[in-house]
């Protein structure tokens, strides 16, 4: 009986669905996590500026990369804030 038919046929009991055999799990060829920390590492550090509404330290973001020198604010709470 095919694999569609006994799935058709599993209502009514009268068939025992094997069970799929799942596709083994791949080990990765290296170490990623190694990596990964090397990676990080490696990273020069962001620069940092103060927010002006809570004082918190806040770090630089590629979206700000064009403006860093006129952000003041951490976020659009604090700026709304002011």
Same mark, same amino acid.
């Given at each position: 009986?095919?694999?569609?038919?006994?799935?058709?046929?599993?209502?009514r009991?009268?068939?025992?669905?094997?069970?799929?055999?799942?596709?083994?799990?791949?080990?990765?060829?290296?170490?990623?996590?190694?990596?990964?920390?090397?990676?990080?590492?490696?990273?020069?550090?962001?620069?940092?500026?103060?927010?002006?509404?809570?004082?918190?330290?806040?770090?630089?973001?590629?979206?700000?990369?064009?403006?860093? @020198?006129?952000?003041?604010?951490?976020? @659009?709470?604090?700026?709304?804030?002011?």
């Amino acid at each position: 009986m095919s694999w569609s038919a006994m799935a058709a046929a599993r209502h009514r009991r009268d068939v025992a669905m094997p069970a799929r055999r799942r596709p083994a799990r791949r080990l990765p060829t290296r170490c990623s996590w190694i990596s990964d920390m090397a990676r990080h590492a490696s990273r020069q550090p962001k620069p940092t500026k103060t927010c002006a509404a809570c004082g918190r330290p806040f770090e630089w973001r590629r979206k700000w990369a064009a403006v860093w @020198d006129e952000v003041k604010y951490c976020s @659009d709470r604090c700026r709304r804030a002011r």
